[in-house]
Protein backbone atom coordinates (compact mmCIF):
# COMPACT_ATOMS: atom_id res chain seq x y z
CA UNK A 1 0.00 0.00 0.00
CA UNK A 2 1.60 3.35 -1.35
CA UNK A 3 0.34 5.76 1.52
CA UNK A 4 1.51 8.08 4.12
CA UNK A 5 0.14 9.25 7.41
CA UNK A 6 -1.70 12.63 8.76
CA UNK A 7 -0.15 14.14 12.49
CA UNK A 8 -3.73 15.73 13.41
CA UNK A 9 -2.40 18.99 15.68
CA UNK A 10 -5.65 19.80 17.24
CA UNK A 11 -6.36 23.65 18.15
CA UNK A 12 -6.23 24.78 21.49
CA UNK A 13 -9.18 27.29 21.27
CA UNK A 14 -12.18 25.76 18.96
CA UNK A 15 -12.90 22.27 19.58
CA UNK A 16 -12.95 19.81 16.12
CA UNK A 17 -10.55 22.30 14.76
CA UNK A 18 -6.91 21.19 13.81
CA UNK A 19 -4.07 21.38 11.22
CA UNK A 20 -3.22 18.81 8.79
CA UNK A 21 0.39 17.95 8.71
CA UNK A 22 2.85 15.47 6.82
CA UNK A 23 6.55 15.12 7.43
CA UNK A 24 8.22 15.34 3.83
CA UNK A 25 12.19 14.77 2.93
CA UNK A 26 14.08 17.54 1.39
CA UNK A 27 17.24 15.76 -0.27
CA UNK A 28 17.19 13.44 3.29
CA UNK A 29 16.28 16.13 5.52
CA UNK A 30 12.98 15.60 7.30
CA UNK A 31 10.23 18.91 7.65
CA UNK A 32 6.73 19.25 9.00
CA UNK A 33 4.67 20.34 6.64
CA UNK A 34 1.39 21.60 6.64
CA UNK A 35 -0.65 19.17 4.10
CA UNK A 36 -2.61 22.17 1.88
CA UNK A 37 -4.63 21.98 -1.19
CA UNK A 38 -5.73 25.12 -0.67
CA UNK A 39 -2.14 26.39 -1.79
CA UNK A 40 -0.76 26.12 -5.41
CA UNK A 41 2.98 26.20 -4.34
CA UNK A 42 5.05 24.26 -1.94
CA UNK A 43 7.44 26.44 0.37
CA UNK A 44 9.96 25.83 3.50
CA UNK A 45 11.33 28.38 6.01
CA UNK A 46 14.80 29.07 5.49
CA UNK A 47 17.71 26.93 7.59
CA UNK A 48 21.11 26.52 7.18
CA UNK A 49 20.88 24.05 4.66
CA UNK A 50 17.85 25.66 2.91
CA UNK A 51 20.13 29.11 2.82
CA UNK A 52 22.37 27.09 0.16
CA UNK A 53 20.07 26.95 -2.79
CA UNK A 54 20.22 29.90 -5.16
CA UNK A 55 17.35 32.06 -5.37
CA UNK A 56 15.82 32.68 -9.01
CA UNK A 57 12.89 34.56 -8.51
CA UNK A 58 10.57 36.03 -5.52
CA UNK A 59 6.77 35.66 -5.38
CA UNK A 60 3.84 36.80 -3.17
CA UNK A 61 1.89 34.14 -1.71
CA UNK A 62 -1.50 34.75 0.09
CA UNK A 63 -3.52 34.11 3.18
CA UNK A 64 -6.68 35.35 3.98
CA UNK A 65 -5.40 38.01 6.13
CA UNK A 66 -2.01 38.44 4.50
CA UNK A 67 0.98 38.07 1.98
CA UNK A 68 4.12 37.23 2.60
CA UNK A 69 7.28 36.91 0.10
CA UNK A 70 8.78 33.96 -0.92
CA UNK A 71 11.97 33.27 -3.03
CA UNK A 72 12.32 30.68 -5.69
CA UNK A 73 14.59 27.40 -5.22
CA UNK A 74 15.13 24.11 -6.76
CA UNK A 75 15.83 21.45 -4.29
CA UNK A 76 17.73 18.09 -5.80
CA UNK A 77 14.42 16.03 -4.26
CA UNK A 78 11.52 16.27 -2.32
CA UNK A 79 9.96 13.25 -0.90
CA UNK A 80 6.48 12.60 0.88
CA UNK A 81 5.58 8.62 1.56
CA UNK A 82 5.71 7.16 -2.03
CA UNK A 83 5.58 10.57 -3.59
CA UNK A 84 9.27 11.84 -5.00
CA UNK A 85 9.90 14.80 -6.98
CA UNK A 86 12.99 15.57 -8.43
CA UNK A 87 14.67 19.17 -8.92
CA UNK A 88 11.56 20.23 -7.71
CA UNK A 89 11.08 24.08 -7.90
CA UNK A 90 9.98 25.20 -4.42
CA UNK A 91 10.03 28.51 -2.40
CA UNK A 92 11.68 29.25 1.03
CA UNK A 93 10.80 32.03 3.06
CA UNK A 94 12.59 33.48 6.26
CA UNK A 95 13.23 31.87 8.85
CA UNK A 96 12.17 33.99 11.71
CA UNK A 97 8.13 34.00 10.05
CA UNK A 98 5.66 32.62 12.21
CA UNK A 99 4.26 30.93 8.29
CA UNK A 100 3.86 27.01 8.10
CA UNK A 101 5.88 25.11 5.64
CA UNK A 102 3.55 23.98 3.45
CA UNK A 103 2.76 20.82 0.93
CA UNK A 104 0.69 22.24 -1.95
CA UNK A 105 -0.85 21.36 -5.32
CA UNK A 106 2.02 21.80 -7.16
CA UNK A 107 3.66 18.50 -5.47
CA UNK A 108 0.01 16.50 -5.22
CA UNK A 109 -1.21 17.67 -8.57
CA UNK A 110 0.20 14.72 -10.80
CA UNK A 111 -2.19 11.74 -8.21
CA UNK A 112 -4.97 10.66 -6.83
CA UNK A 113 -5.54 10.20 -2.93
CA UNK A 114 -7.78 8.89 -0.51
CA UNK A 115 -8.50 10.24 2.51
CA UNK A 116 -9.32 7.86 5.03
CA UNK A 117 -9.57 10.62 8.13
CA UNK A 118 -11.13 8.23 10.14
CA UNK A 119 -7.59 6.19 10.04
CA UNK A 120 -5.13 9.95 9.58
CA UNK A 121 -4.19 7.91 6.36
CA UNK A 122 -4.02 8.62 2.84
CA UNK A 123 -3.08 6.43 0.29
CA UNK A 124 -1.66 7.17 -3.10
CA UNK A 125 -3.20 6.17 -6.22
CA UNK A 126 -5.37 3.41 -4.67
CA UNK A 127 -7.52 0.96 -6.53
CA UNK A 128 -10.73 -0.39 -5.84
CA UNK A 129 -12.73 3.04 -5.23
CA UNK A 130 -14.33 2.64 -8.88
CA UNK A 131 -18.31 1.96 -7.76
CA UNK A 132 -17.82 5.25 -5.84
CA UNK A 133 -20.14 8.44 -6.52
CA UNK A 134 -17.47 10.42 -8.82
CA UNK A 135 -17.92 14.38 -9.41
CA UNK A 136 -16.13 16.19 -11.73
CA UNK A 137 -13.68 18.03 -9.91
CA UNK A 138 -12.66 21.81 -11.27
CA UNK A 139 -9.29 23.43 -9.79
CA UNK A 140 -9.43 26.78 -11.47
CA UNK A 141 -5.97 28.83 -12.40
CA UNK A 142 -3.83 27.68 -9.65
CA UNK A 143 -5.20 24.07 -9.30
CA UNK A 144 -6.87 24.22 -6.11
CA UNK A 145 -9.48 21.97 -5.57
CA UNK A 146 -13.10 23.19 -6.13
CA UNK A 147 -16.98 21.13 -4.97
CA UNK A 148 -20.12 22.05 -4.88
CA UNK A 149 -22.17 23.06 -1.54
CA UNK A 150 -26.45 23.06 -0.98
CA UNK A 151 -27.45 24.93 1.33
CA UNK A 152 -31.23 24.93 1.22
CA UNK A 153 -31.98 26.90 -2.18
CA UNK A 154 -28.12 27.94 -2.62
CA UNK A 155 -26.26 26.14 -4.50
CA UNK A 156 -22.55 27.36 -3.86
CA UNK A 157 -18.53 27.03 -4.56
CA UNK A 158 -16.07 25.65 -2.23
CA UNK A 159 -12.75 25.13 -2.19
CA UNK A 160 -12.15 21.44 -0.28
CA UNK A 161 -8.50 22.72 1.23
CA UNK A 162 -6.84 20.60 4.39
CA UNK A 163 -4.83 23.45 5.13
CA UNK A 164 -7.48 25.19 6.64
CA UNK A 165 -8.06 24.36 10.26
CA UNK A 166 -11.86 25.53 10.05
CA UNK A 167 -14.53 26.12 8.08
CA UNK A 168 -14.45 29.74 6.35
CA UNK A 169 -17.61 31.50 5.16
CA UNK A 170 -17.62 34.81 3.24
CA UNK A 171 -18.95 37.32 5.26
CA UNK A 172 -21.40 38.28 2.46
CA UNK A 173 -22.52 35.27 1.90
CA UNK A 174 -23.71 35.45 5.71
CA UNK A 175 -25.02 38.64 5.19
CA UNK A 176 -26.81 36.93 1.81
CA UNK A 177 -28.18 33.84 4.53
CA UNK A 178 -28.72 34.75 7.86
CA UNK A 179 -31.25 32.31 8.46
CA UNK A 180 -28.24 29.47 7.98
CA UNK A 181 -25.82 30.80 10.45
CA UNK A 182 -26.22 31.08 14.56
CA UNK A 183 -24.15 33.69 16.23
CA UNK A 184 -21.58 32.18 18.79
CA UNK A 185 -18.41 33.98 19.26
CA UNK A 186 -15.44 35.56 18.93
CA UNK A 187 -12.33 33.84 18.26
CA UNK A 188 -8.38 34.42 17.11
CA UNK A 189 -7.90 32.87 13.43
CA UNK A 190 -4.90 32.63 11.69
CA UNK A 191 -3.65 31.87 8.22
CA UNK A 192 -1.15 30.57 6.84
CA UNK A 193 0.91 33.11 6.88
CA UNK A 194 0.69 33.50 10.58
CA UNK A 195 -1.30 36.57 10.53
CA UNK A 196 -4.12 36.27 13.40
CA UNK A 197 -7.02 38.46 13.81
CA UNK A 198 -10.55 38.01 15.38
CA UNK A 199 -13.36 36.78 13.97
CA UNK A 200 -16.84 36.24 14.45
CA UNK A 201 -18.16 32.17 15.00
CA UNK A 202 -21.45 30.56 13.97
CA UNK A 203 -22.85 27.45 13.81
CA UNK A 204 -23.99 26.57 10.35
CA UNK A 205 -26.89 24.88 9.32
CA UNK A 206 -26.18 21.13 7.73
CA UNK A 207 -25.37 21.57 3.91
CA UNK A 208 -25.34 18.58 1.53
CA UNK A 209 -22.11 17.89 -0.35
CA UNK A 210 -21.83 14.84 -2.68
CA UNK A 211 -25.28 13.82 -2.10
CA UNK A 212 -24.25 13.57 1.24
CA UNK A 213 -25.82 15.37 4.43
CA UNK A 214 -23.35 17.16 6.65
CA UNK A 215 -24.49 17.79 10.12
CA UNK A 216 -23.56 21.38 11.33
CA UNK A 217 -20.36 23.16 11.56
CA UNK A 218 -18.79 25.53 13.42
CA UNK A 219 -17.52 28.37 10.97
CA UNK A 220 -15.72 31.82 11.43
CA UNK A 221 -16.95 34.41 9.23
CA UNK A 222 -13.99 36.17 6.58
CA UNK A 223 -14.52 38.98 4.04
CA UNK A 224 -13.04 37.03 0.84
CA UNK A 225 -13.08 39.50 -1.28
CA UNK A 226 -9.31 40.13 -1.78
CA UNK A 227 -8.52 36.48 -2.05
CA UNK A 228 -11.89 35.81 -4.41
CA UNK A 229 -10.68 38.67 -6.74
CA UNK A 230 -7.36 36.31 -7.91
CA UNK A 231 -9.28 32.82 -8.43
CA UNK A 232 -10.59 32.03 -12.22
CA UNK A 233 -13.71 31.32 -9.67
CA UNK A 234 -14.64 32.99 -6.54
CA UNK A 235 -15.75 30.77 -3.71
CA UNK A 236 -18.27 31.22 -0.64
CA UNK A 237 -16.82 28.37 1.10
CA UNK A 238 -13.57 26.96 2.25
CA UNK A 239 -14.05 23.41 3.60
CA UNK A 240 -11.53 23.00 6.24
CA UNK A 241 -10.95 20.43 8.61
CA UNK A 242 -13.91 20.14 11.04
CA UNK A 243 -15.87 19.47 7.84
CA UNK A 244 -13.44 17.25 5.69
CA UNK A 245 -13.01 14.85 8.94
CA UNK A 246 -16.84 14.02 8.78
CA UNK A 247 -16.21 11.80 5.67
CA UNK A 248 -13.41 9.84 3.90
CA UNK A 249 -12.85 10.96 0.52
CA UNK A 250 -11.22 10.30 -2.53
CA UNK A 251 -9.66 12.86 -4.69
CA UNK A 252 -8.18 11.99 -8.08
CA UNK A 253 -6.59 15.15 -9.53
CA UNK A 254 -4.76 13.71 -12.33
CA UNK A 255 -8.16 12.45 -13.57
CA UNK A 256 -10.13 15.54 -12.67
CA UNK A 257 -12.76 13.56 -10.67
CA UNK A 258 -13.76 13.25 -6.53
CA UNK A 259 -15.97 10.91 -4.25
CA UNK A 260 -16.66 10.74 -0.90
CA UNK A 261 -16.29 7.13 0.02
CA UNK A 262 -18.37 6.83 3.57
CA UNK A 263 -19.41 9.10 6.05
CA UNK A 264 -16.98 8.80 9.43
Not at 11 to 29: N, S, W
Not at 61 to 90: C, H, R, W
Not at 96 to 107: E, K, Q, R
Not at 134 to 159: C, Q, R, S, T, W
Request: charged letters at 25%.
Amino acid sequence: MKSFDLVIKQDKEVEDAAEILVDGVIDGRTYRFLFDTGANTTRVRNDDYINHFESYSSKDTYGVFSKMKNEQIIVPKLALGPIEKVDFQMYRYDKDSPAHNIIGMDFLQDHSYYFNFAENNVEVDKQGLEESEFFDLHVGNKEIPNVDVYMEDAKVNAIWDTGAGITVVDSRFVERYPKLFESLNIVQGTDSSGSSTETPMYMMQSVVIGNKLFPKLKVISIDLFSINSKLEKPMDIILGYNCLNKANWLFDFLNKKWAIVKMN
